[in-house]
């Protein structure tokens, strides 16, 4: 483990350039996108410290099952955790369907080809959330950052010199870079706000009526299943169990106890929401099974042994087109510039991109005055790509993010119920189908370095051309010495 991590540490210092200029960089939030550029940053030689509300890195008040697609496994592979995420998480082969209120219809399902998903560099994993966030605190730390647990930011103060974060103990806490990744779901987030007060935007909230039921089952609901081939495809194979129906949906998945590693089932019930409130909340396995009533009595049966349930009202906020403060050197990044619906497969990847492209560009850094030319890159990089992820996932059943039947668009729904439906019961067919390869082509391949790169050669290295032309061009002051003695 740490043979892997002193590894990559030496790889990143190698591809340092020896004219490097560290600075300091403050992270707002230790979760999944400050954590990973926390990462993505030190690895390459900054400064970074990181602020968290909580009041460990161990452990989150809503802990609960996680979905890492190869985009996001292939970076924090790169990185070093390699060895321990697969310890602490199931590696998944593939996805079994049920519809949720129609018991006569089979399930049908998918395997993942090897031979294709190999060429992404990375692997599905699921996991529960308190693991992966503690293998990334872990990781951060070795790498050189400092964590810092309980701290409630109450101010952020963006300059173009010295921004700074005040905490609610008064002290203030300064560096050359403030990264908002303080996301926008769980209270209170203030970057996002912040940003769009000063570009004069709304944050505007539009209610999807859908709640997400977010809960933690023990294995033991497998076996009250009663049904040996379900319970050898999720536990052996570990197969997401995904039920749809109009209006409602539900993912469920082996992931392993933070604590002792036993086996446990993360489980996602998507269903309708007819309350005003649009924050998070505790909710009671009562609750859950009266949203259930008439669905699929093998997910009846499984909720009625969920514990740790949360219900997270489902919410569109817009996506940011600007993510750098016009103030100063403030850039928000993950959840907080581009909002994706809870429990969505793509978040991990999402903050992991973000991360890795800020390190990538961070490290040619050698003047001072290329930190904005650096952060405004960012979103410049990332904005059409975050959108162009959202399109190619909509209705494509290899790419699901939620059941089909929670879907925004008509359209998407039915073309994934359809997807679907061309699978074969057993999961196994001669070729790889035309949606597989496109998830993997466009979503899971996706490497956000090789996009930095192309970036630095294209854009970068012309300022570094343009900088260079404009001190040579800089006309040379001749003190004659004798006339200034005299």
């Avoid at 969505?344 to 560009?361: E, K, N």
Wanted: net charge negative; hydrophobic share 40%.
């Amino acid at each position: 483990m740490l043979h892997t991590q002193n590894a990559d540490k030496t790889q990143a210092a190698q591809q340092r350039r020896p004219d490097f200029l560290p600075i300091e960089f403050v992270v707002i939030g230790g979760a999944t996108s400050g954590l990973s550029s926390a990462i993505a940053l030190t690895r390459v030689g900054h400064k970074v410290t990181v602020l968290d509300s909580a009041a460990s890195f161990d452990e989150t008040q809503i802990g609960a099952g996680c979905r890492i697609p190869p985009n996001a496994t292939k970076l924090f592979y790169r990185w070093g955790m390699e060895e321990r995420l697969r310890k602490w998480s199931f590696k998944s082969r593939g996805m079994l369907f049920a519809k949720c209120n129609d018991l006569d219809v089979p399930i049908s399902s998918h395997n993942w080809e090897d031979e294709v998903l190999g060429e992404t560099g990375g692997d599905f994993l699921m996991i529960h959330y308190d693991c992966l966030r503690r293998i990334l605190a872990e990781s951060a730390a070795e790498h050189g950052a400092k964590l810092r647990s309980g701290c409630k930011v109450i101010k952020v103060t963006p300059d173009a010199q010295r921004p700074s974060v005040t905490l609610s103990t008064g002290e203030v806490v300064s560096g050359d870079v403030i990264i908002g990744a303080d996301g926008c779901y769980v209270p209170e987030y203030h970057t996002r706000k912040l940003l769009l007060e000063a570009l004069e935007e709304e944050d505007a909230e539009q209610s999807t009526g859908m709640q997400l039921f977010n809960a933690i089952v023990p294995d033991s609901a497998l076996t009250a299943l009663g049904d040996k081939s379900i319970q050898q495809q999720v536990r052996e194979s570990g197969k997401v169990f995904t039920w749809y129906g109009p209006g409602y949906g539900a993912l469920g998945f082996p992931i392993k106890d933070p604590k002792t590693a036993e086996p446990m089932f993360a489980l996602f019930v998507y269903a309708a929401y007819s309350e005003e409130r649009v924050s998070v909340h505790l909710s009671t396995r009562e609750q859950l099974t009266e949203v259930l009533k008439g669905r699929d009595p093998r997910l009846v049966k499984v909720v009625e042994h969920a514990e740790r349930i949360t219900s997270i009202p489902m919410v569109n906020r817009p996506f940011l087109e600007d993510w750098v403060h016009p103030d100063g050197r403030l850039i928000v990044i993950g959840e907080g510039a581009h909002p994706i619906p809870a429990g969505s497969l793509y978040a991990p990847g999402m903050a992991a991109g973000d991360s890795a492209v800020l390190g990538r560009l961070f490290a040619h850094l050698h003047r001072r005055d290329q930190i904005d030319f650096f952060l405004n890159a960012v979103p410049e990089i990332r904005v059409e790509r975050v959108k162009s992820v959202m399109r190619a996932a909509s209705g494509n059943i290899f790419a699901v993010s939620l059941p089909p039947g929670v879907a925004d668009d008509g359209a998407q729904r039915a073309r994934a119920v359809r997807g679907i439906q061309e699978l074969s019961v057993d999961g196994m067919s001669a070729e790889p189908s035309a949606e597989m390869i496109q998830a993997v082509e466009s979503i899971f391949a996706y490497d956000p370095d090789d996009e930095a790169d192309d970036w630095w050669v294209q854009w970068g290295l012309m300022q570094e051309r343009m900088a260079r032309l404009v001190v040579e061009d800089t006309p040379s002051v001749h003190v004659n010495e004798h006339s200034a003695q005299s």
